[in-house]
């Protein structure tokens, strides 16, 4: 997502899809839904760095104690963290200093979990002082939720442990040793795919989560049961991981490798998956058990709740909120005739490089 140009280009184009499949649950987008019905309210923080001047890239982020922090794996390594008001108050780095692929909070113990270059796992107070490290018994490519004594992980189709390859694992977060695999894999990619965000926080212990090359979103619940929760039928362009794996160089323009993006708020689901090189917006509502084509009208909130969906998407109970690269708004700014917000246009003239967003949903 270098340009938001290129981006909010492609969000024009809605594909729709049919499904069918025995025993399972099969939904259709025989609706379509507009954006602005939705009534999204989005509001502005920008982040002051201080004296670090700025990050590369947020890959994730999390909320406690009116506190927000912040990860930025490549450029500086580290863990930012803010108030609430957007004032950097200190930054953590992994004990050696080395690249920081993920972290989730403890948020019984107050810690912090790392997962570092090298596989390892550290555990820091909320304050950033170095408790333990444990080296991982295999690569991890997500960290997706801590239940009391469950650490779920995305393993990214890239682990072979005990010479089993699972797109989930169980941890036990005191030691980090394996405690369960979940939904098995015949065969590993040769590349791995890696997804923005194929997991969704649907309450305060069970999550949705899809692998790559999967048409079934499938619901994990916190004693580590899992089962299909909705399936997808993408006309048979789907590819399969054998499929993939026969390619060597571009894949083809009108397959997809599967969902990715998932965002849940208040009973509506949100995701996309790209075909044809654009991304297909869909939402599901899980009360009517609809499923619709999202269609945005060219006003701002719905081509930027379009942009929102596609990088890191953090769920709470009073929205949903992203930490924002707003270089990709400023080509935006003198190009297009969609009227912006006053505070996003206020902090795009004044440089800021990020702000933390956030868009309610009627």
């Not at 184009?13 to 499949?21: A, E, G, M, W």
């Not at 049961?225 to 048979?236: K, T």
């Not at 992203?322 to 005739?337: E, G, K, N």
């Amino acid at each position: 997502m270098k340009s938001l140009l290129i981006i909010l280009s492609v969000c024009y184009f809605i594909f729709s899809c049919r499904s069918s499949d025995e025993g399972m649950e099969v939904v259709n987008p025989e609706k379509s839904l507009n954006l602005s019905d939705l009534n999204l309210g989005i509001s502005f923080v920008p982040l002051d760095f201080g004296i670090l001047g700025g990050i590369g890239e947020v890959t994730k982020f999390y909320f406690i104690d009116e506190l927000l922090f912040v990860l930025d794996s490549e450029f500086t390594k580290g863990i930012h963290v803010f108030d609430l008001n957007g004032n950097l108050i200190r930054s953590i780095q992994s004990i050696e200093k080395l690249t920081i692929w993920d972290f989730i909070v403890d948020e019984s113990n107050r810690e912090l979990v790392l997962f570092t270059l090298g596989n390892k796992f550290e555990r820091f107070t909320l304050d950033g002082n170095f408790i333990k490290s444990w080296k991982s018994e295999m690569p991890i490519s997500k960290m997706m939720k801590l239940e009391d004594d469950k650490l779920f992980c995305d393993t990214g189709m890239e682990s072979n442990a005990r010479d089993k390859i699972f797109n989930l694992v169980i941890l036990d977060p005191s030691n980090f040793k394996i405690k369960d695999f979940l939904l098995p894999l015949d065969e590993e990619p040769i590349l791995a795919q890696d997804r923005v965000k194929n997991y969704a926080l649907i309450n305060n212990s069970d999550f949705l989560f899809i692998p790559p090359f999967d048409s079934k979103i499938y619901r994990v619940e916190k004693e580590g049961s899992i089962e299909p929760f909705l399936y997808f039928d993408f006309i048979d362009k789907l590819m399969s991981i054998q499929e993939f794996n026969r390619f060597l160089g571009d894949l083809p323009g009108d397959v997809t490798t599967g969902i990715d993006g998932l965002v849940y708020s208040n009973d509506k689901l949100f995701f996309h998956y790209h075909s044809n090189g654009v991304p297909n917006f869909r939402f599901f509502d899980l009360k009517s058990q609809n499923l619709y084509q999202l269609e945005a009208p060219n006003d701002f909130p719905s081509l930027f709740f379009q942009f929102f969906l596609m990088g890191y998407v953090l769920e709470k109970n009073d929205g949903l909120y992203a930490v924002i690269d707003l270089d990709h708004f400023r080509p935006f700014l003198d190009q297009s005739t969609v009227e912006i917000p006053d505070d996003l246009r206020k902090m795009l003239e004044s440089g800021i490089l990020f702000s933390l967003v956030k868009i309610t949903v009627g």
